[in-house]
């Protein structure tokens, strides 16, 4: 019992200096460390080729971002392409596996939970956060997976809300958690980020884990990254026919 104390009155007195932390302190020393704030302007579209695993089952996936805030996924598994996308109206998705084959446009609550800028680590919600209308907090520390974490609940101007984990020993974003308000799905994915390698300046994860007790744990590694490729905004659009 008293080797239990001590133990935990020497974390207490580790934990401080991390404690009297502000919240702006961490989130410049994040856009520092990633180089992100500085860098990101000289990216306008993104094109990532990964490579993958859920449930046990081997995935290609293909992700093409656009500022301000255009995103497409196609995921290809067991010979069937999935793909979700949304641009600046609205958003649509294939779900071949439910017999979707033909494009269906997103009810409101799905364009509202795959367009929220709070999922998208190429759209860094920790950046410009205030302009961009978001509120930022410190909650504390917090342990994620095997690390304590500074933890950063951000609350976007809709009232959809996420936790950002930081590093605290290199300010890199260790996993995030997005709250999913309205839907009813009750479970928040954490996403886990890791192997970070520099893409114009920027510190990006490469590998990508969600939480072993997901409805669909995976992982995924990011093989090709291609930079300030054309992409038209019709590319994101839903499809005619």
Same mark, same amino acid.
């Given at each position: 019992?008293?080797?239990?104390k001590?133990? &935990?009155?020497?974390?207490?007195?580790?934990?401080?200096?991390?404690?009297?932390?502000t919240?702006d302190?961490?989130?410049?020393?994040?856009?520092k460390?990633?180089?992100?704030? $500085?860098?990101i302007k000289?990216i306008s579209?993104m094109?990532?080729? #990964?490579?993958?695993?859920?449930?046990g089952?081997?995935?290609?996936l293909?992700?093409?971002y656009?500022?301000? %805030?255009?995103?497409?996924t *196609?995921?290809?598994?067991n010979?069937?392409?999935?793909?979700?996308?949304?641009? /600046?109206i609205?958003?649509w998705?294939?779900?071949?596996?439910?017999g979707?084959?033909?494009p269906?446009?997103?009810?409101?609550?799905q364009? /509202?939970?795959?367009? !929220?800028?709070?999922?998208?680590f190429?759209f &860094?919600?920790?950046? *410009?956060?205030?302009?961009r209308?978001?509120?930022v907090?410190?909650?504390?520390l $917090?342990?994620?997976?095997?690390?304590? #974490?500074?933890?950063?609940?951000?609350?976007?101007?809709?009232?959809? !809300?996420?936790?950002?984990?930081? /590093?605290? *020993?290199?300010?890199?974003p260790y996993?995030?958690?997005?709250?999913?308000?309205k839907?009813?799905?009750s479970?928040n994915?954490?996403?886990?980020y890791?192997?970070?390698k520099p893409?114009?300046?920027?510190?990006?994860p %490469?590998?990508? &884990?969600?939480s072993?007790d !997901?409805k669909?744990?995976?992982?995924?590694?990011?093989e090709?990254?291609?930079?300030?490729?054309?992409?038209?905004? /019709?590319?994101?659009?839903?499809p005619?026919n």
């Amino acid at each position: 019992m008293f080797n239990k104390k001590i133990i &935990l009155l020497i974390a207490f007195f580790f934990a401080l200096p991390a404690l009297s932390q502000t919240t702006d302190e961490i989130v410049g020393k994040t856009l520092k460390s990633t180089g992100y704030s $500085e860098n990101i302007k000289k990216i306008s579209t993104m094109a990532i080729t #990964c490579k993958g695993k859920m449930n046990g089952l081997d995935f290609t996936l293909s992700l093409w971002y656009k500022k301000p %805030h255009f995103a497409k996924t *196609e995921m290809q598994i067991n010979n069937q392409k999935t793909i979700t996308c949304y641009n /600046d109206i609205d958003g649509w998705y294939t779900a071949p596996f439910k017999g979707k084959f033909k494009p269906v446009k997103m009810t409101q609550e799905q364009f /509202d939970i795959e367009s !929220s800028p709070l999922n998208e680590f190429f759209f &860094l919600p920790l950046h *410009e956060y205030k302009k961009r209308g978001f509120n930022v907090d410190f909650t504390g520390l $917090e342990k994620i997976g095997r690390k304590l #974490c500074y933890a950063l609940k951000i609350v976007s101007a809709k009232g959809d !809300s996420a936790y950002w984990y930081i /590093d605290p *020993e290199n300010h890199l974003p260790y996993a995030s958690k997005v709250i999913r308000r309205k839907s009813s799905d009750s479970k928040n994915v954490i996403v886990f980020y890791g192997e970070y390698k520099p893409v114009m300046g920027i510190l990006f994860p %490469h590998l990508y &884990l969600t939480s072993p007790d !997901s409805k669909q744990p995976l992982n995924y590694k990011w093989e090709k990254v291609d930079l300030n490729i054309p992409l038209k905004d /019709d590319f994101f659009r839903i499809p005619s026919n």
